[in-house]
């Protein structure tokens, strides 16, 4: 079984910065990407940006020039620097890996982590 857990989410000010952070752990898997997700009270789950395990990055385009997300493989992390924040972008963040175990390939999700941007 695997188990993702986020931290780093909170209550910031208009133009201010966090930093989530995602860890993978358990037995018998290789992950292939990980990413961060946002649900806002009354929308759907969208995706905020994703990173393959050979690098490659993309993002959603409300996000492009002011989050960046990042992975240390050999800590099966992933992280998501989010700078000049937005009242907008508050909601539940959650990570997600694209893992192969146990001969197949699954998704896992974490709890989610809430990110407040008011003044």
């Known amino acids: 079984q695997v188990q993702l857990v986020e931290s780093g989410g909170g209550l910031v000010q208009p133009g201010g910065s966090l930093r989530l952070s995602c860890v993978a752990s358990?037995?018998?898997?290789?992950?292939?990407?990980m990413g961060w997700y946002r649900q806002a009270p009354g929308k759907e789950r969208e995706l905020v940006a994703r990173i393959t395990s050979d690098g490659n990055t993309n993002y959603a385009d409300s996000v492009k020039g002011r989050f960046t997300i990042s992975r240390d493989s050999a800590k099966n992390t992933v992280y998501l620097q989010m700078n000049s924040l937005k009242p907008e972008d508050t909601a539940v963040y959650y990570c997600n890996a694209f893992l192969w175990t146990y001969g197949r390939w699954r998704h896992y999700w974490g709890q989610g982590t809430q990110v407040t941007v008011s003044s």
């Open positions: 358990g037995s018998s898997f290789s992950i292939n990407a």
